[in-house]
């Protein structure tokens, strides 16, 4: 949390077999080396982060959001896929049903 202060971090609360589900389609998300661990595409914004190859195709209106709001989905998260294409909706509902544990920024509700 103190190397991305200007994001937030929202826990949600699920069964574990939610979480079991989350943690396998996270493993199935990234590119291998051939070690077997995630291929990395390049370097993050900060000093500390990666970028790491996906096996998926995004585009409009599957995106970044609209991924992590399906997986939270999945994984049985109060989060409405449709309404999360952007990434203010998408924090708006984790806020609204999850527990806020980080924010150093000011959102305002995008309905």
Known sequence: ????PNSEVIEFEM???GLERLRK???LAFKRDPNGKPA???PGKIATSKFFE?????F????????AAQNLD???GPIRVSAAIVADNLCW?????GKLLASQTTMQDPL
């Open 25 to 27: 389609k996270l493993q």
């Open 74 to 76: 999945e994984a049985g």
């Open 54 to 58: 996906g096996t998926e195709t995004y």
């Open 40 to 42: 990395v595409a390049g």
């Open 60 to 67: 409009l209106p599957k995106t970044c959001n609209w991924w």
């Open 15 to 17: 069964t574990e077999q």
């Open 1 to 4: 949390m103190q190397q991305c």
């Open 93 to 97: 509902q984790g806020r609204k049903h």
